[in-house]
Each structure stands twice: as C-alpha cells, then as structure tokens.
C-alpha cells in the first residue's frame, strides 16, 4: 500500500499528473486555498525538481455516485499517475447506506483499474465535533477502510489526524467553517499534512 512509482517519478524530474476526484473538501469550497494548493507547496518542497500537475476535480455537493458517473471524464481522460478519492459526507447525509456507498467507492476504483494502472489512494473526510454526526461519518470512514484493505490502497485518514491535532489543543472551531464541516484554510491545511504523509 504505497505510492512508489509515483515517488519515483517526483524524486527523479519526471511529469507527474495527479487527479483529485471529490467533493466540496477536494474542491476548497469557500477558501482561497484547499488542500490541494497546500500540498502542492509541501511536495514541491520536498521534491524541487518535480514537474507535478495536479488536476483538482472536486464537485461541492457531489455523492460517490456522482464521481462514478465522472470517473471516464474527470479522471481516465487525464492518464494520470495518481488518483485521490475523497468522498463521504454528502453520502452519509443524503440517505445512501454504508454498503450502498462502499459499492460506488469500489466501482470507481474498479472502472478505473480497468483501463488505467494509476496508483491510488483513499481519503476519509474530516471529523465533526457533533457527537452524531461523526458517529454516522464514521461509520462511512470505516467502509473507506475496508475498500483500500481490500483493493491494497493506501488509505489516509484525515479526520484521525484532524482528531490527534484537536487533542494536542487546537480547537475544532479553528479548523472549520460556520456550518461545521467545511474546513476553514487551517483545516485544509492539516488535511494536506495529513496527505503528505502519503509522500
């Protein structure tokens, strides 16, 4: 469960295309940076002569559903490296079941292993300081799991990392934004740290 090829190609020059395919957490829904303008700036100084291009396709209100029916178009057309897949709440809240919800994230990955060979890696979404809310997002996290054990997918769980932060005496109204969910730019820029552990 790794990203070699893709660490490879960063550490040696080469053109890397990353995709993110997503929702409004992949999008930076409200904020100038996301988590992906933040995780650019730590590969790019990590690997300074990596030509990396990153293609953010995160659709604010969109379901795992919805990135299957654009899976062809937001991500095999684009040939790239490396895939994130970052989907969750939209699901959890809109009345898709755990199972109904791991079956789209396993078809997304399936229909993209079988016309690319693209390394891929799973996100879990951010935790929610409502105690019931983040019961039910975590029950969808843990389908998130299952699927990378399944298909040997590194699976980053962000809102783990947002919880050990919290723990160490950030507050969680510091990391999101009015409607308790969306990341403020210090949320988005915990989740890339969280993501560059992947790098």
């Known amino acids: 469960m790794n990203i070699n090829n893709t660490l490879h190609k960063l550490k040696s020059g080469e053109k890397v295309q990353l995709v993110a395919l997503g929702d409004s957490l992949t999008y930076g829904w409200m904020t100038q940076y996301g988590f992906l303008d933040y995780l650019e700036i730590l ?53 898709f079941s755990a199972n109904d919800f791991q079956k789209n994230i396993e078809s997304i990955i399936v229909k993209i292993k079988n016309r690319l060979n693209p390394e891929i890696a799973l996100l879990t979404s951010v935790a929610i300081q409502d105690k019931n809310m983040n019961k039910v ?4 996290y843990m389908k998130i799991s299952q699927s990378g054990e399944k298909y040997n997918l590194p699976v980053i769980t962000v809102h783990e990392y947002w919880e050990e932060k919290i723990s160490s005496g950030i507050k969680h109204s510091q990391l999101v934004q009015y409607d308790g969910v969306h990341p403020t730019e210090k949320g988005y820029e915990l989740m890339a740290e969280a993501v560059f552990e992947l790098f």
């Open 43 to 95: 590969i790019k100084k990590k690997y300074p002569n990596s030509q990396l291009f990153i293609f953010n396709k995160g659709v604010p209100g969109d379901t795992a559903t919805d990135g299957l029916h654009r899976v062809e178009r937001d991500v095999i057309k684009l040939s790239p490296d490396l895939v994130f897949i970052q989907f969750a709440l939209n699901d959890a809240y809109s009345g």
């Open 137 to 140: 997002a975590k029950e969808f």
